[in-house]
């Protein structure tokens, strides 16, 4: 039996074996590294297709997306908020809890009788909070943005995807995912005009792109923005 992975000095390669393939395909992810290749396809071949490939291979791994690092919501941990960082600050209050932006110091400080509030309150004051951020910013923003392009929702609504930044339906409610808010301004904009031009396009066709680019002629900058850090926005 072949093995199932291959490991080189700087990475290891998953081998996936296909009773029906013919074709080879190296494929690089946030999960790693893997080859789909014909069943009974010679170890040697395998190992040098790996071995000319290893530069390429080292080069998309570095590009693929870091995990967000787990979070407590303590003092000292890094939040975003419109792309730029901003530092957690824990402040003891005999109240309930709140959040409370400082734009001076670039801190986002949660107060409230510390002792007694769980990571779980922690993590969803804040949230909460981004929320609220979201619902003011993004539905502003989007009157704005109607008002440049001529298209117009039926109304907006704040929600929390785990795979998508927004979504339009065929009767023109736009949904936008609050974390959105912590990517920079030009990728925000580029997320609304995406969603507001699914109102005159119900697809991903060649209008639907064409519309998009007279809006926002850079969008491919944004798009690589959200890919590249897309998984580290995750609360
Ligand atoms: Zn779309």
Known sequence: MPPSHITTEDFKVKLVTHARRV????KVSPTGVSLHIPPKLPMDIVHTLIEEKTDWIKQQLAKQPSPAPERQWLQGETLLLFGQAF????QQKSDSPKVKLSGSD???TLSGRLHRISEKTRRKTIIDWYKEQAERYLNKRTEELSQLTGLTPKSTTIK???ARWG???KRGHIQYNWQIMQAPPSVIDYLIIHE???LKHH???KGFWRLVTTFSPEYQREQDWLK???ATLQL
């Open 23 to 26: 074709n080879i395909t190296l």
């Open 87 to 90: 530092t957690l600050q824990l």
């Open 106 to 108: 670039n801190t986002i």
């Open 160 to 162: 929390t995807y785990k």
């Open 167 to 169: 979504s339009c339906d």
């Open 196 to 198: 507001l031009c699914h």
């Open 203 to 205: 697809n991903h066709g």
């Open 228 to 230: 590249q850090h897309g």
